[in-house]
């Protein structure tokens, strides 16, 4: 047999192999998935039995998420800064850093992340639609976020936006664009950066678990403050622990929206607080 039918033959049996791990790999993520579905509706099952009303439809999970270390990053201050503020001078005070145009306003990073932008009036003017003003934004500060609302503020109107990792939410990490008659003046919240895997890189429970820690808690009379009688979402996040320095974790967690208000649940301990 020529080297040329050899090596034919082989690149076939090796194609052949990879197709078979790639079936038994798909057959095992449909596996899962079915596996948890079932699971999903045995809990919901459950849950409307004790009396909270829940659609399997209106469950968010995803497995792949894992603890991530954090740290500061005054590269990704000074991107922000100028972002907003042009070239600026920078000031080191401990903690805190000061980044200053005389023209534009000031901006006041801390170690943990949490920040304040002040601007001169008219610097920057709402549009006409200040959700798009943020959007534009967002994008020259390089901020990943999930989500952007509009409320009314006590002197003008505030767009929130919800950080993110890898278009996951970040749920306890907001940011707070502040409009006055109709120019931003006000920029304020935490950002997260410097992501690393953390060395135990714990991944997020089945929402089985957190459900049923759910109704356990609605059920128990010395817990007053978590009642409700529908679960209108659930989703799975991160919530963002703070150590020291600008060090920290972003770790799972869960969302869940009820009728009664939302509930924000630690995915390693269950704790569970009004959010």
């Known amino acids: 047999m020529s080297s040329s039918k050899v090596k ?3 690149i076939t049996i090796l194609l052949m192999i990879n197709v078979l791990f790639l079936t038994v790999i798909i057959i095992d993520v449909v596996m899962d998935m079915r596996l948890e579905r079932e699971t999903t509706g045995n809990v919901c099952r459950v849950l409307r039995a004790g009396g909270i009303a829940i659609n399997p439809d209106d469950i968010q999970t995803d497995s792949a998420l894992k603890t991530m270390r954090t740290a500061r990053s005054l590269e990704s201050e000074a991107v922000i800064a100028e972002a907003i503020l042009g070239q600026t001078q920078v000031s080191d005070q401990g903690v805190i850093y000061l980044y200053e145009n005389a023209e534009r306003g000031v901006a006041e990073f801390a170690s943990a992340g949490d920040f304040e932008i002040r601007l001169h009036d008219g610097v920057i003017i709402n549009s006409g639609d200040p959700l798009r003003t943020v959007q534009v934004l967002l994008r020259s500060m390089k901020l990943e976020t ?3 609302s509009l409320s009314a503020g006590p002197d003008g109107e505030v767009v929130t936006v919800v950080n993110a990792y890898r278009k996951t939410s970040i749920f306890n990490n907001t940011i707070d664009f502040i409009f006055i008659d ?3 003046r ?9 992501f690393e895997p953390a060395e135990d890189g714990r991944g997020i429970s089945p929402v089985g678990t957190t459900l049923l820690g759910f109704l356990a808690e609605v059920r128990r009379e010395e817990r007053e403050d978590v009642e409700c009688s529908e679960i209108l ?3 799975a996040g ?3 622990r703070i150590a020291s320095f600008g060090d920290g974790v972003i770790a799972p967690a869960w969302l869940i929206s009820t009728d009664n208000g939302t509930y924000l ?3 390693a301990t269950g704790e569970i607080r009004v959010f």
Do not use: M, N, P, W
């Not at 006000?186 to 410097?194: D, E, L, N, P, Q």
């Open 265 to 267: 649940v630690d995915d």
């Open 238 to 240: 991160y919530q963002h």
């Open 182 to 184: 109709g120019s931003l």
């Open 8 to 10: 034919t033959i082989t």
């Open 186 to 194: 006000v920029i304020r919240g935490r950002y997260v950066a410097g």
């Open 146 to 148: 999930t989500k952007l």
């Open 233 to 235: 979402s659930v989703e």
